[in-house]
């Protein structure tokens, strides 16, 4: 990990070499944090974040449904990403990760975690492609997991919670043991679910297919894909489905903040397609790169860029 100069942490900014916790933080015993992923692009008119406000809104979303009440308000937050990439100072051309984190810190031990101490932090670096820049061009080997994403009896799969991803690591784990690059997950039905952190689309007989949220996260980036689509005239199925049907369809590819828009190349040893990147695939990746770029006037206002007066529309900073 590439450090930088500054964390944020509640409405401080601290050295990142200072930003520490106690070792009876409660979320750290008990796994009950919030959190997003959100990139910020370099973009001609400089460093811009991709929907602020949407992973904002889905960070107190998830604290809301794992009954955490913030410490922070919303647009403090929101206007804490604009404060931290400034200090930051990031200058080098590099796209930047950015992890806001509602934890529960020192004080109270147990599961009940009511009067445990709320905290927020924001953590911003220079990250690269999450799953590798080849692996953009040229695809990904998934294998299926053996482990099930977390079933709704279970656990509320709308909250992007920290306790939600023991799951994906060890999915995650397993797949990179085994020499694959990506593990996909089925739901408690044998249904697809999701990557281990993105979200699926085939493509079949020139239909875009990606299964519905019933069994994983609300994606952004998700929807995102869906609507350039759309807007491209592409036929968009939500439904079920099937490991074999993945085996047998003329593309394939993840989604997400961190892997954007990644082609699958194989699951399960089986060639996807032809084993390459698909023209759709292709076509949905270079428009979802325009948009995060600022190369796609239409959707200017998903920015916001942070040396820019756009960072004033809502107020305050």
């Known amino acids: 990990m590439k450090e930088s100069k500054y964390i944020w942490m509640d409405g401080e900014l601290v050295k990142w070499a200072d930003a520490k916790v106690h070792v009876l933080t409660h979320t750290l015993h008990y796994g009950n944090a919030v959190f997003e992923g959100t990139r910020a692009y370099q973009t001609d008119n400089g460093l811009a974040i991709f929907k602020l406000d949407e992973h904002c809104k889905r960070l107190y979303n998830s604290a809301k449904i794992t009954a955490i ?76 997991s053996s482990i099930t994403r977390n079933p709704n009896r279970s656990t509320f799969g709308k909250a992007k919670a920290a306790a939600n991803y023991l799951n994906s690591q060890m999915a995650k784990y397993e797949a990179i043991e085994a020499g694959f690059e990506e593990a996909l997950m089925l739901d408690e039905n044998g249904f697809a679910a999701e990557g281990t952190g993105e979200c699926l689309f085939i493509v079949r007989d020139g239909v875009l297919v990606s299964p519905p949220n019933d069994n994983s996260l609300e994606s952004i980036t998700q929807a995102t894909v869906i609507k350039l689509a759309e807007e491209f005239g592409i036929k968009v199925e939500r439904r079920n489905i099937t490991r074999d049907e993945i085996y047998i369809c003329d593309e394939a590819f993840f989604t997400g903040t961190a892997a954007e828009v990644t082609p699958i190349n194989s699951l399960d040893h089986r060639e996807i397609g032809n084993g390459a990147r698909g023209e759709m695939t292709k076509k949905l990746q270079s428009a979802y790169f325009d948009v995060v770029y600022g190369r796609d006037k239409d959707y200017k206002s998903d920015l916001t860029y942070i040396n820019h007066k756009s960072v004033y529309k809502k107020g305050g900073y």
């Open 69 to 144: 009440k913030p410490n922070i308000t919303l647009e403090e937050v929101r206007l804490a990403h604009i404060k931290l990439l400034k200090a930051n100072e990031f200058k080098s051309g590099a796209n930047i990760y950015i992890r806001p984190l509602i934890y529960l810190g020192y004080g109270q031990m147990g599961v009940h975690h009511i009067n445990a101490p709320v905290h927020t932090m924001i953590a911003a670096w220079e990250w690269g492609a999450y799953l590798g820049d080849e692996g953009l061009e040229n695809g990904i080997k998934v294998c299926t």
